[in-house]
């Protein structure tokens, strides 16, 4: 459809945007719990109202990283050994934009009904998306800094044919 000439990380723009993106997100998510559990502990109304809104914006911000990173993705040209790491971090990507906006529904319903309290449940559920959050950094991670993905070394083996 387009043909835009791309540099030698295989991109028609200087860097990868979508780690750019998606740390703002991280950022969003983990700054949102922390303010949940100080907020919780302290009964700070105001941690609450701080961690709703971060979640809120990260929730929108989510999909604005999928879409780059899925531009990207395309972009790699990704070798084999790569690819299970890359779908596997494709699949809870869009996983965790539906658990995000999902969360941040409850907390928004959290937020009406209550606003000087969340209930212990919330707070066990935000602890999960921690974990699968921090789980998909590491894949991320994995896919920069083992396979190399938009690396320029990696993406002109890739174009030699060296990898496979």
């Keep these: 459809m387009f043909n835009l000439p791309l540099n030698s990380s295989n991109l028609p723009y200087p860097d990868p945007l979508h ?3 998606v740390h703002f997100v991280i950022a969003m998510v983990f700054f949102s719990f922390f303010c949940d559990v100080v907020g919780y502990f302290t009964h700070n109304v105001r941690m609450f109202e701080v961690s709703f809104w971060n979640l809120f914006v990260a929730s929108v911000s989510v999909f604005m990283a999928i879409i780059v990173g899925q531009f990207e993705a395309g972009l790699a040209q990704p070798y084999e050994a790569v690819k299970p790491v890359l779908n596997l971090h494709t699949i809870i990507g869009w996983s965790l934009a539906g658990i995000v906006v999902a969360i941040t529904a409850w907390r928004f319903v959290i937020r009406i009904r209550n606003v000087k309290k969340i209930p212990t449940a919330y707070l066990g559920v935000a602890t999960a998306l921690i974990f699968l959050v921090t ?6 991670t994995r896919l920069v800094w083992v396979y190399g993905l938009h690396i320029e070394p990696v993406v002109q083996a890739g174009k030699q044919g060296i990898l496979q």
């Design 19 to 21: 780690p750019i993106i």
């Design 135 to 140: 789980y998909q950094v590491y894949l991320g």
